[in-house]
């Protein structure tokens, strides 16, 4: 990707983004999932057409950080646009599973020993 | 169901795994994407996020003063456990001055592996630190030269001054068991941690 391409890129996603109240960028991790919903609900606006190439790829769920490589564009843009079409209701937002180092979580952690030991 | 959480607006979404990360960390070319992309189910995917100058302290401008801007790339995999639950392997930026970003990765991750080049363990020195200040479980993995190790795992530990309840693993990054056996370690030592 060069510079140029990049900085071409990033002026549309943030220029769709307009100054209106949406879900914080924060729920959107790198691994949350997101998915399209299908079919749209009814009176939604129609999806420009970065939005449009989001919603094809998270036809099943898709982690935010695999959506922004294989759509090339930077996280933090993928999450702008993310958040409008959360706001829009075309998709859904699973949050990642909750780590927390003080209370582990046995069953998760063995869930995870034992599908690595299937490899 | 995708449906009762608290973000989810909508329906008739396919249900949504579970997602976990773990950190593959170390310093610069230490094999970091190697071991990503050996025990990953896909090719290692990379994201790359700009940042501007603004974004630096003045001393991390070293190196890079012509560029106005620059990106980080993070490199990551996945494993999927079950359908039910997805594991992402996050490998760190490996520069110095792109370290700032590790705090976000940090958050939520299960744990991190250290990956340290036998031929040169101090440049992952300081990724040992990160993780021990932060209290972020972490097993050290010894990426061997062309699948060598000239020391044994005690020598690495005592010259990286890690306490005894840190595993050292010897192995290949570019190995898809090898690799498979360190995260194993991980979860090993998370595991007991749990049932303390």
Known sequence: MTDSDAAGRLVRPFALTGGRTRPSRADFTLITTVTAVDPPPEGSPRPQAEQSRILRRCARPVAVAELAALLDLPVSVVVIMLCDLLEAGLITAHPPRPVSPRTPDLDLLQKVREGLGRL | ??????????????????TVKILIAGGFGVGKTTMVGSVSEITPLRTEEPLTVAGLGVDDLAGIEEKRATTVAMDFGRITISDELVLYLFGTPGQQRFWFMWNDLAVGALGAVVLIDVRRPESSFAAVDFFERRRIPFVVAVNGFDGRHPYPADDIRESLALPADVPVVLCDARRRESSRDVLIALLDLLIAAAVD
């Open chain 2, 1 to 18: 169901m995708a449906g009762s959480d608290a973000l989810a607006t909508g329906t008739a979404a396919p249900a949504a795994p579970d």
